[in-house]
């Protein structure tokens, strides 16, 4: 069965500063897609960055960035240059083959102080 | 392209009483997916719904249950309704994943917060 974890319920981070917020993830399958978004507190859930599992290369979109590390089943979340705007909270995600649905971390809510 | 539309936004309810509630995905996307949102629980998914069968489905008693319509349109029914759920439910569309397929990004909609009291 699919889990994703977040450990950091919630993390702290000074303005212009980066950011990395953590996801293990565990599958059985070769073939599946990670995913990153955000919450804000309106409540919608904004896709951020993706990354494949053949990928080669750790996504990038932006400020944000993907550390993939297959073999830890590691997929961090890299915020550079915190903006006041970026406080939210953030969930990873993952799709495989064996369930087309996407399941969810516990989220970790990210502060940024200016 | 519209977004993910849900309707209501907001909801209070008496316990006991039954809900429905209403997502309407983006144009084109044929796969439905349903999740509650709690502080305690976190993201979890009801059931994903794929040319208006139901293809997967998340550990909820027999209480949620959900439909899709040949629109793509999906509706999601909570009976006898019980404190516990209430919590924002949300609603995701994405492109036809196919069977297998794990690129597919899903779009979300802002959400119904039910509230039980």
């Known amino acids: 069965a699919q889990k994703i974890t977040q450990t950091q319920p919630g993390m702290f981070v000074q303005e212009k500063e980066a950011v990395t917020l953590d996801c293990t993830y565990d599958?059985?399958?070769?073939?599946?897609?990670l995913f990153w978004y955000k919450q804000p507190s309106s409540g919608e859930m904004i896709f951020l960055i993706y990354q494949g599992s053949y990928d080669e290369q750790n996504a990038t979109e932006g400020r944000y960035s993907l550390n993939f590390q297959k073999a830890r089943k590691s997929a961090n979340l890299v915020i550079s240059a915190s903006q006041l705007g970026d406080s939210a909270m953030y969930f990873c995600?993952?799709?495989?083959?064996?369930?087309?649905?996407?399941?969810f971390g516990a989220g970790t809510r990210l502060t940024v102080k200016p | 392209k519209a977004g993910v539309t849900q309707t209501p936004r907001y909801l209070i309810k008496t316990r006991g009483q039954q809900v429905t509630l209403s997502c309407s995905p983006i144009?084109?996307?044929?796969?439905v997916s349903w999740y509650q949102q709690t502080p305690g629980q976190g993201l979890q998914f009801l059931f994903e719904y794929f040319s208006e069968t139901q293809r997967n489905k998340g550990n909820f008693p027999g209480r949620f249950s959900g439909r899709q319509f040949s629109n793509s349109r999906s509706e999601m029914n909570v009976s006898t309704l019980e404190l516990g759920d209430s919590a924002l439910y949300l609603c995701a569309s994405s492109p036809d994943p196919g069977q297998g397929a794990s690129n597919t990004e899903a779009f979300f909609g802002q959400g119904t917060r039910l509230t039980v009291v």
């Open positions: 144009s084109g996307h044929r796969s």
């Open positions: 599958t059985s399958d070769q073939s599946y897609g």
């Open positions: 995600a993952m799709r495989d083959r064996n369930n087309n649905d996407m399941r």
